[in-house]
């Protein structure tokens, strides 16, 4: 095992590995920008080192320092979290051509991965199952409009090198191919540098699940508990839970096996996630492979008792799989969610600044919070405005939807916007409670989803008052008991003024503004 470990990255990730790291004896390094100096991850860290600039090309980024910092420091490994360097391929080549264990994929894997439609062909010859559609290398108009018209509508087209939603297009008919074409390739260029495209039948109705896998240097590959990711905004999850609901034994099988199947085909080691689309059919198609620790692996760990930042670093440093695939044990149910700062009313505007207050639920066993983030912290606008991942865990998928109710209903966040309440509404929808949903989930109830900024304003004012009414009521008792004269008015706390109102100032500092608002309470 090693004995010195860099993490290549910053926050909730940065904390988690560490976490694991020291409970294992290993000293852990973190890396820090101008935004991160005093951040949680670096104080959690047996030493850190400073990389540049906030904006990460100037930081997080930066391959080769980040090599050079861990040769310097005396690190055997690199942990690249998720995001930022964790599927760069060159990076995990340079951690290769320097004698540095990259705690992940090799360079080949990350390769074979970072390109949709060539994964797909790898895919096709491992006889992974495939949407219908085409990947090939012409991409001339004519060549992806013929294509287009064979493979049939509803149709989506997307970057062949893309992520996030970003150089999608869904085509209806065949008068919408040449103008989604055009559009998907701009938006490809502008966002990932590369133009190509795929184009695959779409799926009106499917449910996102997927599969985690594991693989050693030994030739072990297994799979772990699946995922259901489908509650969606904009192709970024926004729930996670495990198992996905719903899934007999024998199509949890046929997609573990057809998973491990994936990463064989491309020789994987480490922790990987295979992503498919489900449709109403049970029918299920490769969508692409995660070659890094997903931002979920919590809920996954919490059903298998299982740590995989812990198999991580196993893998990395030449061990064999801690269990084998008839060892995998799958017990209750857990949901994550994502605590963001972001504004639900404004079309989910990132929101930055401050955290003047913060309120965690109490974490049990049930009860697991994942962050990065400290009460007076500031939520940089350089980096993914996440404050926290909230998971929880019981015996059963109700109860475990219980557990997340409340525990979303005990998070106390104020200073800047945040998607709590969004996340409630999901969480309390009938249809989520049933398991009737699919990855338009949220475009199809959005209104119910999303609260009504100027009521929450109003509730909180009343609030506020009624705390003050109640408040003063409670000392005012109190005095009446201690006091030698309970009638005297000098000895009054209710507001009493000789010939005046009775006015109090509240000092309400709501999620809405930073700033404190002061109002005055006639009493």
């Known amino acids: 095992m090693f004995t010195k470990l860099l993490i290549a990255n910053r926050g909730e990730i940065a904390c988690r590995i560490i976490k694991t790291a020291q409970t294992m004896g290993v000293r852990t390094i973190a890396l820090y920008s101008d935004a991160d100096k005093d951040a949680r991850h670096v104080a959690m860290a047996d030493e850190s080192f400073y990389l540049g600039g906030s904006a990460p090309a100037d930081s997080y980024l930066k391959a080769d320092l980040i090599i050079d910092i861990a040769k310097k420091s005396g690190a055997e490994a690199i942990h690249p979290g998720y995001g930022f360097l964790s599927e760069n391929a060159e990076f995990a080549r340079k951690c290769e051509q320097n004698g540095i264990a990259f705690v992940g994929p090799g360079s080949d894997a990350i390769d074979a991965m970072g390109s949709k439609s060539a994964a797909k062909d790898i895919m096709s010859k491992a006889n992974v199952p495939l949407v219908p559609g085409y990947h090939g290398d012409d991409q001339t108009d004519a060549t992806l409009i013929a294509e287009a018209k064979a493979v049939g509508f ?11 939603g ?40 499917p449910r996102h699940v997927e599969v985690q896998v594991f693989a050693d240097t030994q030739g072990n590959a297994i799979y772990l508990s699946d995922r259901d990711c489908s509650i969606q905004r904009r192709h970024q999850k926004v729930v996670e839970e495990a198992p996905a609901p719903g899934l007999s034994d024998e199509l949890r099988a046929q997609m573990g096996n057809a998973a491990v199947a994936a990463a064989k085909a491309i020789d994987y080691v480490g ?43 196993v893998v990395a440093s030449g061990g064999e799989l801690p269990l084998r695939q008839d060892e995998v044990r799958i017990h209750g149910h857990s949901f994550e969610v994502r605590i963001y700062a972001e504004d639900p009313q404004n079309e989910f505007l990132p929101a930055s600044g401050k955290l003047n207050f913060l309120r965690e639920p109490e974490q049990n066993r049930h009860v697991r919070i994942d962050s990065g983030i400290r ?34 209903e005990s998070y106390q966040i104020s200073g800047l916007k945040h998607n709590i309440e969004f996340l409630a509404n999901i969480a309390e929808h009938p249809a989520f409670a049933a398991a009737d949903f699919c990855t338009d989930f949220i475009e199809r109830y959005g209104d119910t989803l999303i609260g009504d900024a100027a009521i929450e304003a109003d509730t909180a004012l009343a609030l506020a008052g009624l705390f003050q009414v109640l408040s003063r009521k409670q000392a005012a008792k109190a005095l009446a008991i201690n006091s030698a004269d309970p009638y005297s008015p000098w000895g009054l706390v209710s507001g009493f003024r000789l010939n005046s109102s009775s006015v109090h100032r509240v000092s309400l500092l709501t999620d809405a503004s930073a700033e404190v608002q002061q109002h005055d309470l006639l009493l």
Do not use: C
């Open 166 to 205: 970003k150089g999608m297009r869904i085509v209806e008919n065949d008068g919408e191919i040449l103008e989604a074409i055009k559009s998907a390739r701009r938006e490809a260029s502008s966002s990932f540098g590369n133009d190509k495209l795929l184009m695959e039948r779409y799926l009106r109705q």
């Open 154 to 164: 509803p149709l989506l087209i997307k970057a062949a090198y893309g992520g996030g």
């Open 271 to 313: 922790a990987g996630t295979v992503e498919f689309l489900l449709d109403t059919d049970n029918s299920f198609y490769f969508m692409e492979m995660n070659t890094r620790l997903q931002v979920e692996h919590p809920v996954t760990e919490m059903v298998t008792g299982q740590d995989l930042v812990k198999w991580q670093l």
């Open 375 to 408: 009460e007076n912290d500031v939520i940089s606008n350089f980096y993914d405005p996440m404050i926290a991942k909230l998971i929880v865990w019981d015996e059963s998928r109700p109860r475990a939807l219980q557990r997340l109710v409340h525990a979303l």
